[in-house]
Nanobody, 117 residues
Framework: QVQLVESGGGLVQPGGSLRLSCAAS????????MGWYRQAPGKQRELVAA???????NYLDSVKGRFTISRDNAKNTGYLQMNSLKPEDTAVYYC???????????WGQGTQVTVSS
């Protein structure tokens, strides 16, 4: 059974930092592209950052320079380091893993990030 379990969300003041983790099980994590998506109330889910199996990364323009995606294949875990957080970063953040060759895709349950003073 495939599981992606996010952790690390919470309430933080503007300008603060959080580190999200995504622990994967049931898949060969190293061959999957891993992504972080977010969905704010009343808005569509959007891709925040992604990292390929080879380590290539891409970011949503609004988070470039503030967020960093990384992965530790030995631990089957992906990360999203979020710095200089803004109120508009408030959303539920979801971990996603996709195997490009087959299109197999898995989602975590989401973790709430709230940026507020």
């Amino acid at each position: 059974q495939v599981q992606l379990v996010e952790s690390g969300g919470g309430l933080v003041q503007p300008g603060g930092s959080l580190r999200l983790s995504c622990a994967a099980s049931g898949i060969i994590f190293s061959i999957y592209t891993m992504g972080w998506y977010r969905q704010a109330p009343g808005k569509q889910r959007e891709l925040v950052a992604a990292i390929s199996s080879g380590g290539s990364t891409n970011y949503l323009d609004s988070v470039k320079g503030r967020f960093t995606i990384s992965r530790d294949n030995a631990k089957n875990t992906g990360y999203l380091q979020m710095n200089s957080l803004k109120p508009e970063d408030t959303a539920v953040y979801y971990c996603n893993a996709v195997y490009e060759l087959t299109g197999a895709r898995y989602w975590g349950q989401g973790t709430q990030v709230t940026v507020s003073s």
